[in-house]
């Protein structure tokens, strides 16, 4: 039975129960209530009997006068004064009964009463005649309390009361069978969305993950095989940035098409994040990689067409099975997506998972699932270099650099876990993390008295995220730190990547007043001459040059050279790789306005940072440091 029905059914009998209860009490009510109001009615009707006699009225006259009184329920008759019947009434047409006979005693000890004859109630009433030897007895038989008496009572208000309930039952039942569905699709429609990608329609990561498990945990104890697949897709950050998004989702959206279309039940593909999707292919026992390869880079092979665009693109594809190299859903995708960088370093387009012998080439790729997990726990830190101001000796910032200690493995090199954020798309969620971690920091050291500014690094993916420039709008907003406190820092390769989109970027940023760093100059194919096209603030020269300055006269008049031509710009000059006081002497002597190195200080967690801030603001300490020579 469907919802609607059981609850109009359940509405319904709810109500008429309810109004059946309350028809009993107001019928057993009514008839009470009843039963007390004729012995009044009966004393009026006598009395309206006498008016009709003449005064001093004879026996005859009383008798005659009262057949033309009585009713169908109603004996009238006349007793004298020692309650003796003098006299009834013959029964006439009206009548319905014979007349009923009490007895004198109990008509003189009361003027009304109940007797009960023959299993019916009577009620009757004595009206003695003015002036006259002469009493009325007026015999009312009260009905049975039967289903017409009780209509008679009440039976119209009770039939509207039950119209309108059944049309209120009705109208509510439809009512909240209505909202009951809005409900339940909405439930359906949250679990759908919580298990699949908005855009493409197919399962997400967690979605397929579970599909996945659940068909091993089938397979366990049998000789079948399963293959898990990862598909990147080539080009598609170029369609992006010259096409625009609205482009690379229909793209993406077709794809997902292809895919589902090449598939046969129980196999399923799933986006897995960006521009990778994800495949579960079962009984792939006697299937080779080349024809694994042949379906699903097969569905790439014809064009695109997006508005009114043909696009060709390519993919790599990775593969891992089961149960040879994991028996769980992340260890296999895991494997799957690192069989892609092994297909792409050795420039082929499909590869099935190879266990590598270098333990630390394996220990890189488990580092990708497990560089997730940080990301996820807050295993990472940031640690500060402080910036040394040569104007004043002074430590006016510091550069927020990226430190991750594994659970396992210990300390994790920075260029090694953000090449792996750089290739799994995890770069951005990564520096989300770095910028508000900083400008937190930072706006703690503002609230507390300490004026300094914090650089922080963007790649160049991140310069192609539209999503950057508000994320750090938002960021200072909420922390409440002024926008010229925090300091981006990009190098030259990821500025010249894309000149016109870093240019896009750079100006956003300039505009919300962000202090703007050239990272590693020198060392690219930038010139300052194209910088003064761009709203730069800062240039940092390469610590390359920096620390063999002393021994290479050629780097020292790079430094010198480089120095005076950013001076001419109006942009502020930072030395990093300072490693000992010889070279921070000789940037001081070239006019150098910043340095940065071990030699001032090492990368420093964030509370031994403010304590360095403090000690150096602490006029009783005497105590040399790097910063005030």
């Known amino acids: 039975m469907q919802q609607r029905t059981k609850l109009l059914v359940g509405s319904l009998a709810s109500s008429l129960g309810v109004i059946a209860l309350f028809a009993g009490i107001a019928f057993t009510s009514a008839l009470d209530l009843a039963r007390h109001r004729i012995p009044s009615l009966l ?81 009757w009433v004595t009206t003695p005649i003015p002036d006259s030897p002469y009493t009325i007895v007026n015999t009312h038989r009260n009905a049975r309390a039967g289903l017409r008496e009780f209509m008679k009572h009440i039976g119209v208000p009770i039939g509207f009361a039950a ?95 292809r895919l589902s279309g090449t598939l046969q039940t129980p196999d399923q593909a799933g986006r897995f994040y960006g521009n990778k999707f994800a495949v579960m292919l079962t009984n792939t026992g006697t299937v080779t990689i080349d024809a694994i390869a042949e379906t699903l880079l097969g569905t790439l092979e014809n064009a695109f067409e997006i508005d009114g665009r043909c696009l060709y693109i390519r993919g ?45 080439a394996a220990e890189r790729l488990g580092l990708i699932n497990d560089l997730r997990n940080a990301l996820r726990d807050k295993q990472l830190e940031l640690h500060y270099q402080p910036k040394l101001d040569l104007r004043n000796h002074h430590i006016i910032g510091a550069e927020a650099l990226a430190r991750w200690t594994h659970p396992q493995h210990g300390a994790i090199p920075p260029d090694q876990f953000i090449e792996i954020a750089e290739r799994t798309g995890l770069i951005k969620e990564l520096t989300h993390w770095v910028l508000e971690t900083a400008i937190q920091q930072c706006a703690h050291c503002h609230v507390n008295g300490k004026t300094v500014k914090i650089s922080a690094n963007l790649s160049a993916i991140n310069l192609h995220d539209d999503k ?7 960021l200072l907003k909420r922390y409440k730190l002024p926008a010229q406190n925090l300091v981006v820092e990009i190098t030259e390769t990821a500025m010249m990547a894309d000149p016109a989109r870093a240019k896009t970027q750079l100006r956003k940023l300039n505009a919300l007043g962000v202090y703007i760093s050239i990272d590693d100059f020198g060392t690219g194919y930038s010139s300052l001459g194209h910088l003064r096209l761009l709203p730069v603030n800062e240039i940092k020269i390469d610590k390359s040059f920096v620390m063999d300055m002393i021994a290479s006269e050629d780097d020292a008049s790079i430094v010198r050279a480089t120095i005076g031509l950013a001076h001419d710009l ?18 001081s002597d070239m006019g150098c306005d910043i340095a940065q190195g071990y030699h001032i200080a090492r990368p420093m967690p964030a509370a031994d940072f403010i304590a360095m801030l403090e000690k150096i603001d602490d006029p009783a300490e005497d105590e040399p440091t790097a910063a005030s020579r």
């Open 163 to 257: 119209l309108i309930s059944i049309w209120l039952s009705t109208w509510g039942a439809m009512v909240i069978s209505s909202l009951f569905r809005k409900l339940n699709e909405q439930r359906a429609q949250l679990e759908h969305q919580a298990h699949h990608d908005p855009l493409t329609g197919l399962p997400n990561r967690d979605a397929l993950s579970h599909t996945i498990d659940t068909t091993i945990a089938h397979l366990d104890g049998s000789k079948q095989t399963l293959a898990v697949c990862m598909i990147d897709l080539h080009q598609f950050k170029e369609i992006n940035d010259s096409l625009g998004h609205h482009c690379g989702d229909e793209l993406l959206r077709q794809v997902a098409i």
């Open 468 to 474: 950057l420039v508000p994320l750090i709008a938002s």
């Open 570 to 587: 109006s942009l502020e000059v930072v030395a990093e790789g300072v490693e000992d006081e010889a070279i921070l002497k000789q940037l």
């Open 316 to 360: 790599t594809l990775g593969i891992a099975l089961y149960p040879q190299h994991a028996t769980t859903a992340p260890v296999l995708l895991q494997k799957a997506e690192a069989a892609i960088f092994q297909a792409r370093d050795n420039s082929q387009h499909a590869a099935i998972f190879q266990a590598l012998d270098n333990k630390g």
């Open 43 to 123: 004393h009026e009707h006598n009395q309206h009997l006498i008016e009709t006699l003449p005064e001093r009225p004879s026996l005859e006259q009383i008798q005659v006068m009262l057949p033309h009184h009585e009713t169908r329920s109603d004996s009238l008759s006349v007793i004298d004064t020692q309650g003796r019947l003098l006299g009834v009434t013959d029964k006439h047409p009206g009548k319905s009964s014979p007349p009923v006979y009490i007895d004198s005693e109990t008509l003189l000890a009361a003027s009304s009463g109940y007797t009960t004859i023959d299993d019916n109630e009577y009620i």
